[in-house]
């Protein structure tokens, strides 16, 4: 059965990596409790390949003193991640996560890439 997914990519300070995992664990904890099935945060940690492919640093145009994070939120269609995400705007904790985040932000907002995709092969 095929899944939906939102994908997100970021270039984030090191020095702000701490406040960074705090709010996605926040913004975990909030996607689960209104149906997500899966939320994934990941920091690079091997992206300085030398074959032929574009590594993600590359790409983002990330600093010295940047990393990547690369995350997805796994849901069982397009229809149920629009449930799921409508929920969670609702929610006052989002409305605290966002505004959090304006005084003190960990990324800059405007560098993060995010898409959703529909899954065309699925192994387990």
């Known amino acids: ?4 997914i939102d994908a ?3 270039p984030v300070p090191t020095k702000k990596l701490a406040r960074y995992k705090r709010l996605a664990t926040a913004a975990a904890k909030l996607w ?8 994934i945060e990941c920091m690079g940690e091997d992206l300085h390949n030398t074959g032929p492919m574009m590594p993600f640093p590359k ?8 990393t990547v994070i690369f995350s997805w939120i796994l849901y069982r ?18 409305t605290k996560l966002y505004e ?18 529909k899954t065309i092969v699925e192994k387990r």
Request: proline fraction near 8%.
């Open 1 to 4: 059965m095929p899944h939906y």
């Open 8 to 10: 997100f990519t970021v």
């Open 32 to 39: 689960m409790k209104h149906g997500a099935l899966q939320y």
């Open 59 to 66: 790409l983002l145009k990330c600093k010295p003193d940047e």
């Open 77 to 94: 269609s397009r229809k149920h991640r629009d449930q799921v995400n409508k929920k969670v705007l609702a929610d006052p904790r989002m």
């Open 100 to 117: 959090e985040q304006v005084k003190d932000p960990p990324f800059n907002e405007k560098r993060l890439a995010y898409g959703g995709f």
